[in-house]
Every structure is written in C-alpha cells, then in structure tokens.
C-alpha cells in the first residue's frame, strides 16, 4: 500500500480498486480485477459489493471477479421512490452487465443476492453458465421473520426512523458479530466500510424494502421453478452457524437444482465471505474450473 492509500479513510481506499458503471440516470461501483471466465458476485442485506473483496481476490487469480453494488447498497445511487426489489435489481445488474460487455458469465450470490440471480436467470436465460448460492433462502416465510427480527423491526411505523437514528457504528458491529464466527475480521477498519452507506441515505432503501414488500408468494414459486429449470453446473455453500437460514434450507436449495452440489463449511455462520473467504475462493475456483466435485 502506497503513502498516499494510507492517508486515505477505508471506504475511500475500498472506492480506489472498484470501476464507476452509469446506466441510465443512475450509478454503481463495480471490483473487476482479473482476467478470463467471468465470474459475478451479488451481495445481500445489508452489505455491499465489499463483501465479496477477499474471495473476488482469490478468484481473480485464473478469472474475472466483478462484485457491484446493487442499486440503492453500498456506494450505488439511491433514487427517490425506486424499486429496489429482487426484480428490478436483477434488470439493473443486466444494464450494468450490458455497460462492461458482459454476456456469460458464472454467477455467485449470497443472501438477498441469491434472490435476485434467481430473477435473473429466469429472465435472461443462457447467459449464466455456471451458479453458486449461499446461506440465503427460495421460501417467502424465512423472509418475513417476526417482529423482534430486524426487518420485522423496520416494518413498524416509527420505530425504524428511531432505530436508524440512533443508530451508531458500533452497534452495525454488533449485529454482524451475530452472524459472523471469525469476528476478528470485523475490525474498526472493515466495519467503516460497511458503516458508510448508513451515512449517506441507506435507512431510506432498508426502509423500502422492509414496508414496501416487493416480493410475493409467485415470485417465489418462479425462482425455485427457474432454479429446478437451471442445467448448468450448480453448487451451494453454507455456513452451518447460520441463526437464520439452518442449514436444512441450504439441502432443499441443493436439491431443487439439477445435480446441484452442496458444501458445508460447518464453523462459518451467515457472512461465509468475511469467515472463510480464502476455502470459498478456492472452491469456487475449483468449481469454476471443473475440478469440483472431484471425478
């Protein structure tokens, strides 16, 4: 790292090593580092494409890593009265896709992010060659939780304006230590990374997506039809420490794709990229390359 890298504040560090994309009125930042088979990383809530720096690092190696923000996350724009739903993501992530020459691709996709490659595969059918998912869920009732979780929280008037301005860096700290094994990686530095969208607008897309419900029941149908229609190679990785999606949900995703794999990384919890992000960038390699499952 340079002198001048080391003056700058994490997020602006993070910032140096990603592409700006601007499709229509609106902008992302894109990881592209690498070279060869592209290989798309989609994050979830409430992360960003920073998730991803690690095991993008490792994968870059022998391919293309590319991790944006999705619309509304991160350091992406953050439209008044978008729809910031798995649907309209997965439109955005083709446009930003479109804007870098990206035709097909492998694509990786954690959390909230699975839901929108599922939208996206259903949409643009043969341009995703290979899929890896992880520690996400195809059912609509692990999405609604109750009202001590933390979308249940945001979904009642009043007390997620109050949540969100109380809110401090410290306790984004804590909620991730909830769903993190390796929480030594958490450190002041990673977390100012992922504290900065809250400074800059990010209650107001929580907010959306917590009231607006922009996903139905038939969705829901459609994504785990488009997984069971999905013939390519196909693997799902999770972290066995997961509070909110058991392991018992990463076997049914598994068995809803055609001879889908399925991993267990039994110490990692939620956030599988900040646990172990060096074994899953080296089985994704693998995967990518045909040497998983072993022959």
Not at 124 to 146: A, C, H, Q
Not at 223 to 252: E, I, M
Request: hydrophobic share 40%; glycine share 8%; net charge negative.
């Amino acid at each position: 790292m340079s002198v001048a890298d080391e003056l700058l504040s994490p997020a602006s560090r993070w910032q140096r090593r990603r592409y700006p994309v601007t499709v229509g009125e609106h902008r992302t930042f894109v990881l592209d580092e690498g070279a060869g088979e592209p290989v798309v990383f989609l994050h979830g809530i409430p992360t960003q494409g920073f998730l991803w720096r690690d095991v993008a690092a490792v994968v870059a190696r022998d391919s293309r890593s590319l991790a944006p923000d999705l619309l509304g996350f991160g350091f992406a724009d953050r439209p008044e009265g978008a729809d910031y739903g798995p649907p309209a993501q997965a439109r955005f992530i083709k446009q930003v896709l479109d804007e870098l020459g990206i035709d097909r691709f492998a694509l990786v996709a954690h959390d909230f992010g699975a839901l929108v490659a599922s939208d996206f595969i259903c949409r643009n059918p043969g341009l995703v060659t290979k899929l890896v998912l992880t520690n996400t869920s195809m059912w609509r009732e692990d999405w609604d939780g109750g009202r001590l979780t933390p979308f249940g929280l945001l979904r009642m008037r009043g007390v997620g304006e109050t949540a969100f301005r109380l809110a401090r860096p410290f306790m984004l700290a804590q909620a991730f230590r909830l769903y993190t094994s390796d929480r030594a990686r958490l450190t002041d530095e990673t977390m100012q990374v992922y504290w900065h969208p809250f400074q800059d607008g990010y209650a107001r897309v929580l907010l959306s997506l917590a009231r607006e419900d922009p996903v139905s029941e038939d969705d829901f149908c459609r994504w785990r039809d488009t997984l069971a229609a999905f013939r390519g190679p196909s693997l799902v990785v999770w972290g066995g420490q997961d509070p909110t999606f058991r392991t018992n949900r990463g076997h049914a995703i598994a068995n809803l794709l055609p001879g889908g794999h399925f991993e267990l990384f039994e110490h990692a919890n939620h956030f599988v990229p900040e646990d172990r992000p060096n074994a899953l960038g080296r089985l994704i390699l693998a995967f990518i390359d045909g040497r998983y499952p072993p022959a």
